[in-house]
């Protein structure tokens, strides 16, 4: 089924240590996003790309990189956790103003 | 800039009553519009959108919203809430510069009392 795909869907690491999110789109889309959710405050935006090879920051970037080496996939990495980096993230593509298409998310927790 | 604030981050309802959950916007032009609804430990699904058209829009399970150019609004009703319809909801606006990304509310969790 076409759509978002995001990997692993649960972990749970300890403080300092890296890992990398995977999201992966099959409907070519060229926008693409990261968010994460917390209690109260709703999806904020993270990381973007606009097309493969590019990226920018959202609106709460730090301790966040990421990579857009082909156009079917998008990668968060965090290099060292922090308890503060304790969410669930979503990655999302748009093919067009009105067309977005969400993943269902990935639960982090930092111990 | 693009905004969406959502009044009420709890509200209840009694199975068979209206539910009401508002949205209030703020953009710079017309904008699209989107409820999404999201269940315990679940992703998010998408309600509705309004995309310039009718400014009633019929979602699915029941639910409608009504896009109020004047009041800068796009409430989420539902004549008869059903238990199934506890979730928490957001309201989101799509942004128009630079990453043409979705702005979202803090969001509404909706209970329903038997």
């Known amino acids: 089924n076409a759509g978002v795909t995001q990997t692993p869907k649960f972990r749970v690491l300890k403080t300092g240590q890296s890992m990398t999110l995977l999201c992966a789109q099959d409907?070519?889309?060229?926008?693409m996003y990261w968010y994460r959710q917390d209690p109260g405050m709703g999806l904020r935006l993270i990381h973007y790309?606009?097309?493969?090879?590019?990226?920018a920051k959202g609106e709460v970037p730090d301790g966040y990189n990421v990579s857009r080496l082909k156009k079917q996939n998008f990668l968060l990495g965090l290099e060292s956790a922090a308890p503060s980096q304790t969410s669930v993230y979503f990655c999302?593509?748009?093919?067009?103003?009105?067309?977005?298409?969400f993943g269902s998310g990935t639960r982090l927790t930092v111990v | 800039a693009q905004s969406v604030t959502q009044l009420g981050s709890h509200v209840s309802v009694s199975e068979g009553a209206l539910v009401l959950l508002r949205c209030n916007y703020s953009?710079?032009?017309?904008?699209?519009l989107f409820w999404y609804v999201q269940y315990p430990n679940q992703g998010l699904q998408l309600l509705l959108k309004?995309?310039?058209?009718?400014?009633l829009v019929k979602g699915i399970n029941g639910f409608e919203a009504e896009f109020k150019k004047s009041e800068t609004s796009f409430h989420l009703t539902k004549p008869s809430a059903h238990m199934s319809d506890a979730a928490e909801y957001f309201c989101?606006?799509?942004?128009?510069?630079?990453?043409?990304?979705?702005?979202f509310g803090t969001g509404t969790r909706l209970t329903v009392i038997p």
């Open positions: 999302a593509s748009r093919g067009g103003p009105e067309g977005y298409t």
């Open positions: 409907m070519n889309h060229e926008y």
């Open positions: 790309s606009v097309g493969e090879g590019t990226t």
């Open positions: 953009s710079s032009v017309p904008p699209y």
């Open positions: 309004y995309t310039s058209a009718a400014t």
């Open positions: 989101a606006v799509s942004g128009y510069t630079g990453a043409n990304n979705l702005f």
